[in-house]
């Protein structure tokens, strides 16, 4: 399978604690994105990549939050200190660049619960 | 800000019945109009799309017209089956902020035997 995947699949921790999420984009794919899922809501955009430079970043993305995609091919997502606030499913997706009429291509998810 | 509006759920439906799934928008600007499903289980998928006003996408016995005058993007599907069970969201793509998808807060549809 070729898609995008997502690693963990569920995380549960404590507050106070750091976990880490790992996505693995389409690989000819140049732009990664990263979303967040609460219950009963659409995905909120976090932050999208352009190869491995991160060109956007939403209020959503607090500080105790940071992405990476070093050789512009997978992401993380940390998030340091978690709050229960921080429960939800965190999506990732791919896309090429340049074309603003395509489709995103999302992964599977990893839900986040904090106890 | 860019937006998207569309029907609260649940909707619970019998086999064969009628969907329709309102959306409207919000946005400068034309932009791409999306509809996504995600069934149980699964990640976020592409249903259809239309990308210029009076476009019509359909895909899997669905449809959506964009409807610039009434910034509508409206789901319909003729007759519907079990297997059709899901959330879906409306969701828009920008001209100008093109790397994000804004998505609505989804309608979770429910089809019975």
């Known amino acids: 399978d070729t898609g995008v995947s997502q690693d963990p699949r569920h995380k549960i921790t404590k507050r106070g604690q750091n976990v880490t999420f790992r996505c693995d984009p389409i690989?000819?794919?140049?732009?990664l994105y990263w979303y967040r899922q609460t219950l009963g809501q659409g995905p909120e955009f976090l932050t999208y990549?352009?190869?491995?430079?991160?060109?956007?970043k939403s209020r959503l993305l607090s500080d105790r939050f940071s992405a990476e995609r070093p050789k512009g091919s997978f992401s993380t997502l940390e998030i340091q200190r978690t709050e229960q606030g921080d429960s939800a499913m965190y999506l990732c997706?791919?896309?090429?660049?340049?074309?603003?009429?395509?489709?995103?291509?999302f992964g599977e998810g990893s839900r986040l619960t904090v106890l | 800000g860019d937006s998207v509006t569309q029907m609260e759920g649940p909707v619970t439906l019998s086999e064969e019945a009628f969907l329709t799934i309102n959306c409207t928008y919000t946005?400068?600007?034309?932009?791409?109009l999306f509809w996504y499903v995600q069934y149980p289980g699964e990640g976020l998928q592409l249903l259809l799309k239309a990308t210029k006003a009076d476009d019509k996408g359909s895909n899997k016995g669905f449809e959506a017209t964009y409807r610039k005058e009434t910034t509508s993007f409206h789901l319909e599907k003729g007759s519907v089956q079990v297997s059709d069970s899901a959330v879906y969201f409306c969701a828009l793509r920008a001209l100008l902020n093109d790397y994000k998808l804004s998505f609505g807060a989804g309608t979770t549809v429910t089809v019975r035997a």
């Open positions: 997706a791919s896309s090429p660049s340049g074309v603003r009429t395509g489709e995103l291509f």
């Open positions: 946005a400068t600007g034309y932009p791409s």
């Open positions: 690989s000819e794919h140049n732009r």
């Open positions: 990549f352009q190869n491995e430079a991160q060109l956007e």
